[in-house]
């Protein structure tokens, strides 16, 4: 198997992108990335799923709404991403980038 960059990012972010990433830091105080995947470990089959990682790398408690919903507009925004493995999205810069394994 070919090895994988350490981390693939798209193109730089449109005015809506960097909207929705301040929107999603309002939604989520404390959150400087989260993680987005089709992966809710709570479900058997993929479902859209976030999860918060704070300035110091430790992940935030979301209601179960919160990480659907944020999910579902990641999704919608990188429509073109591919979303068979997890993407993570600096709310800051609004950069979207393949997550790098362990995570």
Known sequence: MPALPRETHYA????????LGAQLADMMPGAVTIRVSLTDPSR????????????????LTLSRNT???AAR???????????TRPHT??????????AVRGR
Not at 73 to 81: N, S
Request: charged fraction near 20%; charge should be negative; proline fraction near 8%.
């Open 12 to 19: 730089a972010p449109s005015p809506s992108q960097l909207r």
């Open 44 to 59: 058997q089959w993929p479902h859209p799923y976030t999860v918060a990682l704070d300035a110091h790398g430790e992940q």
């Open 67 to 69: 990480t659907k919903t």
């Open 73 to 83: 507009w990641v999704l919608r925004t990188w429509a073109d991403a591919d979303w």
């Open 89 to 98: 999205l600096d709310l800051v810069t609004g950069r979207l980038a393949l």
